[in-house]
């Protein structure tokens, strides 16, 4: 095939890779990560087919030398090292579905560069690419503003990283146009098209509300006019660039100065701003996750834990003052911190290579704009770019459509600094900066007998990965939602033979499959006890080899032995008619739950799972022991309270669980509270000691976990009046009168003698 045609393929394929961001196959597990990264995976699989055949039969186009290549080279070469020398290689080479970043995943972007940077090759290409980026991250930003946040990408810190990539092409391609117009005076419509789209773009930015975003976009926009003030010809702009940097300063000193201002706390953008401090829950639960990054480096300072395993760091150190600041969230699988990330799991050699990408980057700018291959204007651009990018990460870290942006980013750099020559590549002629008129090519001949050897080589191999590697798990997490739906409607064994079959195809990513199964078995012990005896053993065992299966996997994995631990305690619950099996059963539990506190000594609701093996094999002494031991690892968590209290109060030690259930209620911890049984008995208590406080919390929490019941909305009616609070006693009263017509009379009596309406 002709030079041409081959080029023309490619771009094509890099033009619909953009698709890929709108895509969410709802019978997917995880479906806005997991439709995404595979359709990617396959996309550029296909490429690579007809990318080998063009390099091969045309050498002059390949990618010339450059430090950014070498740079993005040397980084996947440092991560795939760090996963073979790693914890968990599995996790480190196929990642996980949740994010889809294992080192497999994210090597397809490096080769989507490859293409670009061998396909892109003049202005006029640039232009269009850009655009495509653009107009995919408008339809992108619209969604987000008038549907949902996070619109089709599923998370708003991914959305905003997005848009901030995208703000810069169409600001690129704005500055690029301008340029032009002085020249060539044409319609300024266009120019006026992009800004338009960097502005819808930037009031994503108020949906989103990622601070981390904010501050790398804010950061970047001052340093634009800095640089403006340094580098532009213009004493005009100068003086305008000057201004507006001022003017920026001055604004944000208010905003923090008056941060309770009408003004301030009526705009979520700038209320959002506020927030951004050291006391942040969000800041101090990250900081606790990098304190840990750093207490374990010194392990493993050169390949890191595996790429991918920060979790295990993040476990290992966990401490528990986490639960002071959030009860919820508290397995970190990422450091929220790109560096922090890539130096805990990759190590210093991949951290070092990681800065090399970005080193090399602004070599090229620098160098680039010496020898005036780049203008002013995208000089700026380009370093804010990056600079917001850089920063953003400080909060965040790498998504599929981040990586597209970068790679897009990196590769307009390497054009920009090796321009397309005359003569090159097949081009009987080549005018213009940069590349900006179009290359004219060979006609060249047909399909060669090289051509056929390369493609059917290429093809067979690609295609073979794209089955094995993508279809196969694509299979995999469609049966995984078919199994979800079955447990969903109350058939395990439907569920059970769902997994199987998903399971079957034997994918890499299998792991969080086999957890999800595991997870729901153990979610439905009571139903499971309902079953047929031998089927409920089976399951029982079924999910005992999954949970096996994931443990092998990493042994030091607190959550997978937790996961293992529970599995077991189900079935010597399952097995309790067969004395020796329950013991087999109930001591191999031990032993799993024990090598997850091992892994995580700090993490309190892992003993949770402890205590409620020794509930079954009835070692009250030990169950309350373990509980009383929890609890004092962070004083505040009310979680660990209350869970105590509801363990001490079953197994009828009252001194030990009413003084654990005031600690609960006075932490808050009401909403931990169930059975409606236990809420009963312990209103009881209270009643008994004319406790009015915490019998409103109990009375309020029976009201939610029994919506349609009148009785706790009876009770909070008489418990508010005699609180003095007549407003939420005849708001509890109208309730119960709603939910039970019959004491619509007693209500507007009860109303009546109430007063005061």
């Known amino acids: 095939?002709?030079?041409?045609?081959?080029?023309?393929?490619?771009?094509?394929?890099?033009?619909?890779?953009?698709?890929?961001?709108?895509?969410?196959?709802?019978?997917?597990?995880?479906?806005?990560?997991?439709?995404?990264?595979?359709?990617?995976?396959?996309?550029?699989?296909?490429?690579?087919?007809?990318?080998?055949?063009?390099?091969?039969?045309?050498?002059?186009?390949?990618?010339?030398?450059?430090?950014?290549?070498?740079?993005?080279?040397?980084?996947?070469?440092?991560?795939?090292?760090?996963?073979?020398?790693?914890?968990?290689?599995?996790?480190?080479?196929?990642?996980?579905?949740?994010?889809?970043?294992?080192?497999?995943?994210?090597?397809?972007?490096?080769?989507?560069?490859?293409?670009?940077?061998?396909?892109?090759?003049?202005?006029?290409?640039?232009?269009?690419?850009?655009?495509?980026?653009?107009?995919?991250?408008?339809?992108?930003?619209?969604?987000?503003?008038?549907?949902?946040?996070?619109s089709t990408i599923g998370n708003t810190a991914y959305v905003s990283g997005y848009v901030i990539f995208n703000i810069y092409f169409a600001?690129?391609?704005?500055?690029?146009?301008?340029?032009?117009?002085?020249?060539?005076?044409?319609?300024?419509l266009i120019s006026a098209l992009y800004l338009a789209v960097a502005f819808i773009m930037l009031l994503v930015m108020r949906q989103?509300?990622?601070?981390?975003?904010?501050?790398?976009?804010?950061?970047?926009?001052?340093?634009?006019?800095?640089?403006?003030?340094?580098?532009?010809?213009?004493k005009r702009i100068k003086i305008y660039s000057f201004s507006a940097?001022?003017?920026?300063?001055?604004?944000?000193?208010?905003?923090?100065?008056?941060?309770?201002?009408?003004?301030?706390?009526?705009?979520?953008?700038?209320?959002?701003?506020?927030?951004?401090?050291?006391?942040?829950?969000?800041?101090?639960?990250?900081?606790?996750?990098?304190?840990?990054?750093?207490?374990?480096?010194?392990?493993?300072?050169?390949?890191?834990?595996?790429?991918?395993?920060?979790?295990?760091?993040?476990?290992?150190?966990?401490?528990?003052?986490?639960?002071?600041?959030?009860?919820?969230?508290?397995?970190?699988?990422?450091?929220?911190?790109?560096?922090?990330?890539?130096?805990?799991?990759?190590?210093?050699?991949?951290?070092?290579?990681?800065?090399?990408?970005?080193?090399?980057?602004?070599?090229?700018?620098?160098?680039?704009?010496?020898?005036?291959?780049?203008?002013?204007?995208?000089?700026?651009?380009?370093?804010?770019?990056?600079?917001?990018?850089?920063?953003?990460n400080l909060a965040v870290f790498d998504s599929l459509v981040t990586y597209i942006s970068l790679m897009l980013t990196l590769g307009y750099l390497y054009w920009l600094v090796n321009p397309v020559k005359s003569g090159s590549a097949g081009a009987k002629q080549f005018n213009g900066v940069n590349g900006s008129e179009a290359e004219e090519f060979v006609t060249g001949s047909g399909l060669t007998n090289k051509d056929l050897a390369v493609l059917a080589i290429a093809g067979l191999i690609f295609l073979s990965v794209a089955y094995q590697y993508n279809i196969k798990p694509l299979k995999m997490l469609d049966g995984t939602i078919k199994g979800q739906m079955k447990f969903a409607q109350g058939d395990i064994a439907g569920g059970v033979e769902e997994y199987k079959k998903a399971l079957s195809y034997e994918t890499g990513l299998d792991r969080d499959s086999r957890a999800s199964l595991v997870n729901a078995v153990n979610a439905r012990q009571y139903n499971l006890l309902s079953l047929d005896k031998v089927k409920a053993k089976q399951i029982a065992d079924y999910a005992i080899s999954l949970a096996e299966q994931n443990v092998k996997l990493n042994s030091r994995d607190s959550m997978m032995q937790m996961q293992l631990a529970q599995t077991l305690n189900t079935a010597a619950s399952i097995n309790t008619d067969d004395p020796s099996k329950f013991s087999f059963y109930a001591d191999r539990a031990l032993q799993a739950i024990d090598e997850s506190i091992k892994a995580s000594l700090g993490r309190v609701t892992t003993y949770f799972s402890k205590a409620q093996i020794y509930i079954t094999m009835n070692d009250k002494d030990k169950a309350l022991e373990i509980l009383k031991y929890a609890a004092g690892l962070n004083e505040n968590y009310a979680e660990a309270a209350c869970y105590l209290a509801r363990v001490a109060i079953y197994l009828k030690d009252e001194i030990t669980g009413y003084q654990a259930m005031d600690k609960c209620l006075d932490l808050n911890g009401g909403t931990y509270l169930n059975p409606v049984d236990l809420i009963k008995i312990a209103l009881g208590h209270y009643n008994e000691k004319k406790d009015l406080t915490h019998m409103l919390i109990l009375c309020e929490r029976w009201a939610v976990l029994e919506p349609n019941n009148f009785q706790p909305w009876v009770n909070l009616s008489l418990l508010y009046e005699q609180a003095g609070n007549k407003e939420k006693a005849r708001e509890s009263a109208r309730k119960a009168g709603e939910l039970d017509s019959s004491l619509r009379a007693a209500v507007e009596g009860f109303i009546k003698k109430l007063g005061g309406e």
């Open 208 to 234: 989103t509300n990622t601070r981390g975003a904010y501050v790398g976009l804010g950061v970047s926009f001052l340093l634009f006019f800095i640089l403006q003030v340094l580098y532009s010809q213009s």
């Open 171 to 188: 600001l690129i391609l704005f500055f690029r146009r301008r340029d032009e117009e002085k020249i060539k005076r044409q319609d300024w």
């Open 1 to 150: 095939m002709s030079l041409k045609i081959y080029l023309n393929i490619l771009k094509t394929g890099i033009y619909l890779s953009f698709i890929s961001v709108f895509l969410v196959f709802t019978n997917l597990l995880f479906p806005y990560i997991t439709s995404k990264q595979i359709a990617f995976n396959i996309l550029v699989e296909v490429l690579m087919i007809f990318w080998l055949a063009l390099v091969v039969k045309y050498p002059e186009v390949r990618p010339k030398k450059s430090f950014i290549t070498y740079g993005l080279a040397a980084f996947f070469a440092a991560l795939l090292g760090s996963s073979i020398f790693g914890v968990d290689f599995n996790l480190s080479f196929w990642g996980d579905i949740e994010r889809m970043l294992g080192w497999f995943h994210i090597f397809h972007f490096f080769l989507y560069y490859l293409i670009i940077i061998t396909v892109f090759r003049n202005l006029k290409d640039w232009r269009n690419l850009f655009i495509v980026s653009i107009v995919a991250a408008g339809i992108v930003s619209l969604y987000s503003l008038f549907k949902i946040p996070y």
């Open 245 to 392: 940097m001022a003017l920026g300063i001055i604004l944000i000193s208010l905003i923090f100065i008056f941060p309770q201002s009408k003004l301030v706390t009526g705009t979520p953008v700038l209320n959002t701003i506020t927030q951004i401090s050291a006391k942040a829950v969000t800041f101090q639960t990250r900081l606790i996750s990098w304190k840990a990054a750093w207490k374990d480096l010194p392990n493993h300072i050169l390949l890191g834990t595996g790429y991918g395993n920060f979790a295990i760091s993040f476990d290992k150190y966990f401490d528990p003052k986490f639960y002071s600041y959030t009860p919820t969230e508290t397995y970190f699988d990422r450091a929220h911190n790109n560096l922090v990330d890539i130096a805990s799991t990759g190590g210093l050699i991949s951290l070092l290579t990681y800065l090399s990408i970005l080193i090399a980057a602004g070599y090229y700018l620098v160098k680039g704009k010496r020898q005036n291959k780049i203008s002013t204007n995208e000089f700026i651009l380009l370093v804010c770019l990056l600079v917001a990018y850089f920063i953003q």
